[in-house]
């Protein structure tokens, strides 16, 4: 009778990491989609007939995208988070 009660034990951790992993999936393609939506829609801003811009604009812009990259890759390895968002033209 004990071998059924091990069984059950034995599929919670394994359950709970399915869900964690089902949630993680969920959320990084509903997130990885609208980040991807965001880029599109900044890259909008290229247009120079609606826009007034130069090159170190660009960068500018550029460079935050990039370094928030990095910081998602670093995010992933590690467990230490960062919610500040500082960008200025």
Known sequence: MSE??????????????TSKREKFVKL???????????IRIIGKLGNRNAYDYDDADVRKIVKALSDEIEALKNRMKTTKSSDGVDFKL
Do not use: F
């Open 28 to 38: 990084a393609e509903s997130r990885t989609v609208n980040a991807i939506k965001a």
């Open 4 to 17: 059924p009660d091990l069984k059950v034990a034995d599929d919670a951790p394994a359950s709970a990491k």
